[in-house]
């Protein structure tokens, strides 16, 4: 296979995908700079990459043919504003400018499903459902803003046509620990998230689980010379993270998607993987329904 560096390798998806990498066969070095990248790495590196010169040097030390890029501030409102925006949209520009200018042939880019707005404290209603990757983006928060800069910064380093680019938007990512009791990246644990449906319904009942995204991200990888560049991905379970069908909760959750709301039938969730699919053969094997259980 091939040398795949992954940055943010420590974190609660990057764990995920180094492990996924490794059993795919690839040579996975993780770049983090806190601890936790999981053994199956070759090589791990803590480095700061919203230093340029740090990120330069990475990608030259080790020259990996891929590069996949989660480092982020992952949470909104986790730090100031600004901070958020010019930590995320620099490490994104400094890994697409490194990986092009230094002849790494492949590259995708961590992006989120914030960047459709929803949550917005003005009020904000889909266009339709389920949402898909051509849904406008209306951005309202630093986070979420960043995350649209780092897919347009793909999009834009993608058009010299030296590297294959795209990007994935995970949803509520939840790893096995999480599973298994530990608090999720919102504070609260899945169960509580099922239990107490307006948690859940600010991000629309969205989830993934890691190792299911992490697939997703092995696929893109060997797909990349294939895709047009600069292609989007949704990576969703095929299910809501909810007891009860989103047609009965989303009007709850977000007022005036009564009609929308409608057209969801059963289980079905209110982000469509349909383009993961069809380009790249991707489906999610796990949901809340076969991972929860053993904890419950």
Known sequence: MSRVLVTGSAGRLGRSVVTALAAAGHEVIGVDRAPGTPDEAAATLPADLTDTGQAFEAIARFRPESVIHLAAIATPF????????EVNTRLAFNVCEASVELGVSGVVVASSPTVIGYGAPGGWVPSYLPIDEEHPALPWNGYNLSKLVAEQTMKAFARAGRTRMAAVRPCFVIPPEEWAGAPTQSGHTVKERLDQPRIGGVSLFNYVDARDA???????IAALPELPGGEVFFAGAADALAREPLADLLPQAVPGTEELAAGLTGTAPAFSTAKARRLLGWEPKRSWRTELKESE
């Open 214 to 220: 992490a697939e997703l991200f092995t696929v893109l």
């Open 78 to 85: 986790s730090r100031p504003e600004s901070v958020i925006f």
